[in-house]
Structure formats: C-alpha cells, structure tokens
C-alpha cells in the first residue's frame, strides 16, 4: 500500500491514516467562519462524498447579505480536504450546532415567506 503526501504537514501518511481525516457520514465541519458543511454520505470504495452546506454571507458587495443552503451538495473528493484539516483550516464542529443553525434558518425563510404572502 502507497503512502500519501500531505503537503500541509510535508510528509506522507497511510491510506490508512488517511481515512482518519477525510469526511465522515454525520459529522459537520467549519471550512470557514461563512462555510459549513455536513456529510450525509460517502461513497465506501472511491471516499468520495456527498455534503449539505450552509454559507452565512454579510456585507457583500458593500451591504448584500445572504443565507444559503444546500441540501445536496456533492463535492468531489480532494487531497485538499484533508490538507486543510491537518493545516487546522478545516474544523470539525458540533453537529447539533450546525443542526441548530439550519433549523434556524428553515424557520427564519417559512417566517419571511408568510410575511411576504400576506402583503
């Protein structure tokens, strides 16, 4: 079995070892402080995943603001995943947070359109 560079911390791990740090069904994971992601699938030969996401953008473009939410986001699977896990960049947070997150904002878009329907 080949070992794999990981050019974040310049060396080479298992396959292994690998599979400690790429997606996992369940868990969720701040790839910044706007960008979310949940793993709700991956794929048992080829790791490839599949990701809900959710991005909480302020101020864009000097004052647009924007919630989205993807419930079938796929990915495709990348050393870089693991790369910036292993950097730090990418953290694994509490999934009943991000949970939290997206029920909030399910709530907050039904709210804005019965607000909507009943102008």
């Given at each position: 079995?080949?070992?794999?560079?990981?050019?974040?911390?310049?060396?080479?791990?298992?396959?292994?070892?690998?599979?400690?740090?790429?997606?996992?069904?369940?868990?969720?994971?701040?790839?910044?402080?706007?960008?979310?992601q949940?793993?709700?699938?991956?794929?048992?030969?080829?790791?490839?995943?599949?990701?809900?996401?959710?991005?909480?953008?302020?101020?864009?473009?000097?004052?647009?603001?924007?919630?989205?939410?993807?419930?079938k986001?796929?990915?495709?699977?990348?050393?870089?995943?693991?790369?910036?896990?292993?950097?730090?960049?990418?953290?694994?947070?509490?999934?009943?947070?991000?949970?939290?997150?997206?029920?909030?904002?399910?709530?907050?878009?039904?709210?804005?359109?019965?607000?909507?329907?009943?102008?």
């Amino acid at each position: 079995m080949e070992n794999i560079y990981i050019r974040s911390i310049d060396k080479k791990i298992s396959l292994e070892e690998f599979k400690n740090y790429i997606y996992k069904v369940g868990h969720a994971y701040r790839i910044n402080d706007r960008y979310f992601q949940k793993c709700t699938y991956v794929h048992p030969t080829t790791f490839a995943p599949a990701v809900e996401s959710m991005a909480i953008l302020t101020n864009i473009n000097g004052g647009t603001y924007q919630l989205n939410y993807n419930p079938k986001d796929h990915p495709l699977p990348s050393l870089d995943f693991v790369n910036k896990v292993l950097a730090g960049d990418i953290v694994e947070i509490d999934v009943e947070k991000y949970d939290q997150m997206v029920n909030t904002f399910k709530e907050m878009s039904h709210t804005l359109e019965n607000i909507a329907k009943s102008l």
